[in-house]
């Protein structure tokens, strides 16, 4: 089983819509979480962090679930600006320390 | 405010050529990571450096590959002989206290 697992769509969608998506970790003992979106030949950029709470900023809300261990991303009233691919960030190693395991992406296309 | 710079942007060399990818982090963050992006195999961490000691390099694919930190703004990805297979982009990363990272543009490596 892969450490960090993501559907890698494409979710094809109209502007407006609301699309989700999750990603499932392995590792139980796993303490930070993020979101990433990477524009087609882009570097990553920081989304948004994911708490134990939830997030939201704006039209984007990031939620975790620790008992089933996944994190999803929530996008309201999307744009065709939203399209990228979404990529997942898990945090754990030991005694505390941070290696980051990325998921392999969701690609979303939003059309008009 | 620079963030995470990297040099070349782009590479094209013969196979048994040795590569030298430079990064310079942002200033005052102490963690810094290298990656490599495929379409076969996404984003995969190299090696992580926090306060300029390599903490995991456990992702180094082979001693063809070496990473140096000498000081707090400036890191090293050398590749000695390169080979066709690792033509990919190389992003590198830096976090402050090991969060949130943000990527610079990349080197996109191609090995003929």
């Known amino acids: 089983r892969k450490e960090v697992e993501q559907d890698p769509g494409p979710f094809n969608v109209p502007e407006g819509a609301t699309v989700a998506f999750n990603c499932t970790y392995s590792?139980?003992?796993?303490?930070?979480f993020f979101w990433y979106r990477q524009d087609c030949r882009k570097e990553p950029k920081l989304l948004m962090s994911?708490?134990?709470s939830g997030n939201e900023d704006g039209r984007f809300t990031a939620q975790l679930n620790r008992a089933s261990q996944y994190i999803s991303l929530l996008i309201r009233d999307s744009k065709l600006s939203d399209s990228a691919t979404y990529l997942c960030?898990?945090?754990?190693?030991?005694?505390?320390?941070?290696?980051?395991?990325f998921g392999r992406g969701t690609s979303l296309i939003v059309h008009p | 405010d620079a963030g995470v710079i990297q040099s070349p942007r782009h590479e094209v060399t013969e196979m048994g050529q040795e590569v030298t990818l430079r990064c310079k982090p942002i200033?005052?963050?102490?963690?810094l990571f290298w990656y490599r992006q495929t379409m076969m195999r996404g984003l995969e961490l190299l090696i992580y450096?926090?306060?300029?000691?390599?903490?995991?390099d456990s992702g180094m694919p082979e001693d063809r590959f070496s990473a140096k930190m000498p000081n707090a703004s400036f890191s090293t990805l050398k590749i000695q002989p390169s080979e066709p297979r690792d033509s990919a982009v190389y992003f590198c990363?830096?976090?402050?206290?090991?969060?949130?990272?943000?990527f610079g543009p990349g080197t996109r490596l191609t090995v003929t």
């Open positions: 990363a830096s976090s402050e206290q090991s969060y949130e990272q943000y």
């Open positions: 590792n139980s003992a796993s303490q930070s």
């Open positions: 994911v708490y134990s």
């Open positions: 960030v898990v945090n754990n190693g030991p005694g505390g320390s941070y290696i980051p395991t």
């Open positions: 200033s005052g963050h102490n963690s």
């Open positions: 450096f926090n306060n300029n000691v390599p903490i995991d």
